[in-house]
Each structure stands twice: as structure tokens, then as C-alpha cells.
């Protein structure tokens, strides 16, 4: 069966109009959600890539996860070991690419880019109460953290930069890459391949172990909920942060090239 009979099906399958389709898949409500599952396939298509196959399996498991529990975006499996690896696909949040100051003595200037990592529902009171004495959480914490997730949720975050470039055009309503001359810039200066600047941007992509994420003094990342008072709380922030010293396309600290991803793979199972 073709794609485009799929299509087809799937249309009549969920009485969706066939004219109308098009219409629907633009819908400013539909696209985050459709870019977001999306990109799930293009990380397990690139992890496939990479990884020895020899050694490693990469698949998109189908589930409907239950609410309060999380399931993988993509597993990864090291088959001498049948260890299986879980990783999380984030894309980057929309218009965040900006410039700071670096904290350092040096006092250069970074390029930044926050990465959208949250859950898609928040917990609410009822499964709270079910899910704190789970976790060995104070049910009050969890609540103040309701929409964020823990690092044992999963072991790996995958992003990719392209959507920090996107904007909603105000005349059409359409979600749309729409970079600023300094985005264009900051892209040319980290673009050592001959794609397109769009192209270029979805798939440079970066992996972060999900422990090297979390609020913690030995990340130096800070939480910035006004009720939680704990500097170690442990919970994944909701827009992890990276960081890029100018016309260096690795990133300062906790993300590396998904090229480069394997060493973070073999850190699971040695």
C-alpha cells in the first residue's frame, strides 16, 4: 500500500475531509503536536544510522502511554547485553535563540538555545497522591513540580535546534521558519555541511543524558519555581538550557553532536 492510499485511508478511517486535510495539519493547535511525534521517527532514523547495527537495535515503540506513567519515545538496545536505553525526543522551544553574557571571567558572548522538555499533561491532585509515595516524593513537592519530569523518567534527551528558528506569522497564522539576520548568522557560522540553512537546523541535533539536566548543585542549574525552596530538587527544568561559544557547533556543557552519541549509549551499560 502506497503512502498516499494510507493517506487515503486514514482520512475515511476518521471521517476527516480529504479537501480539507491540508487545512486541518496547518491548524496552529495541530502542527506542534504533529512536528513533536514526527521527530521521534527522524531520531530513531538517524540513531539507526549511527549506531553499529551489529550492536545496537533502534526502534519507535507504538504505546498510549497511561497518565502518570512514561513511556519511550525511542529504545535503544544493546543486543550482547539486552540492555535497553530510553530516550526522549524534544524539540527546541520556538523563538529562543538569544545571546548572554557568559559567567566566566572572560565575559564573551554565548549564543543560547532552551529546549522544550515538560510533560504534555500535568499530574493532577489524584494521581499525585497515587504517585508520590512511588517515587519517594513529598506529595507537596510533586505538586509544585506537576508538569515536570524526573531523570529516571528516561535516560537520554534528544533535540533538535530547527525549531528555536520558527515563528507565528501574523498575517497567515502559519507556524513558519522565519529566522532574524543574527539567527542566520549564528546557523552560517555552525553550518560546516552544504544543506540549507532549514534543513541544516532540523537535524543538527544534540544529545544530553537526562541526569546532566536536572536542578542540582552539581549542575549548577537552579530551580525557578517560587514555592520550591530545595536548591536539589532534582527535577528536570522545563527548559533546559544550551549554550554555544561563537562558531563552535558543540555546545559548552551536557549536549553533544547525536554523531557523537555513542560513548553516551556505552555510559549505560559499562
Known amino acids: 500500500m502506497t503512502w498516499i492510499q494510507r493517506l487515503i485511508n486514514y482520512c475515511k478511517e476518521y471521517n476527516i475531509p480529504l479537501e480539507y486535510l491540508g487545512d486541518t495539519l496547518y491548524d496552529p493547535k495541530v502542527v506542534p503536536m504533529i512536528r513533536g511525534k514526527a521527530f521521534e521517527f527522524s531520531v530513531t532514523t538517524v540513531l539507526s544510522a549511527i549506531l553499529d547495527k551489529a550492536e545496537w537495535k533502534v526502534n519507535k515503540p507504538l504505546m498510549n502511554a497511561q497518565l502518570g506513567l512514561h513511556d519511550a519515545d525511542v529504545r ?16 527546541a522551544k520556538n523563538k529562543s535563540y538569544g545571546v548572554v553574557k557568559s559567567p566566566t571571567s572572560s565575559g564573551s558572548i554565548l549564543s543560547k538555545i532552551a529546549v522544550k522538555c515538560m510533560r504534555s499533561r500535568t499530574l493532577g ?29 528516561f535516560d537520554l534527551v534528544v533535540t533538535s535546534i ?9 498575517e ?3 507556524f513558519e521558519w522565519q ?10 557560522s ?19 543524558r537526562s541526569w546532566d539536566l536536572i536542578i542540582s548543585p552539581q549542575t549548577g542549574i537552579t530551580c525557578t519555581r517560587k514555592k520550591c525552596k530545595r536548591m536539589d530538587c532534582g527535577f528536570v527544568p522545563n527548559y533546559p ?13 551536557r549536549w553533544v553532536p547525536i554523531e557523537d552519541s555513542e560513548p553516551l549509549f556505552r555510559q549505560f551499560i559499562s
Not at 509544585?144 to 529516571?152: E, S
Not at 530547527?162 to 501574523?170: D, E, I, L, S, V
Not at 529566522?179 to 552560517?188: G, I, N, S
Request: net charge negative.
Open 241 to 253: 538550557l544550551m549554550f554555544f561559544e561563537h562558531g563552535n557547533k558543540i555546545p559548552i556543557a
Open 172 to 174: 497567515t497564522g502559519r
Open 76 to 91: 535503544v538496545t544493546h543486543i550482547p547485553t539486552s540492555k535497553i536505553i530510553t530516550v526522549e525526543c524534544k524539540l
Open 125 to 153: 491532585s489524584e494521581m499525585v497522591e497515587k504517585l508520590a509515595p512511588k517515587l519517594g516524593i513529598d506529595k507537596d513537592v510533586l505538586t509544585i513540580h506537576n508538569d515536570q519530569y524526573l531523570p529516571g523518567n
Open 190 to 208: 555552525i553550518n560546516d555541511t552544504d544543506m540549507n540553512l532549514k534543513d541544516f537546523a532540523f537535524f543538527r541535533m544534540y544529545i544530553s
Open 162 to 170: 530547527g525549531n528555536a528558528f520558527y515563528r507565528t506569522n501574523k
Open 179 to 188: 529566522p532574524t539576520d543574527k539567527e542566520v548568522e549564528f546557523l552560517q
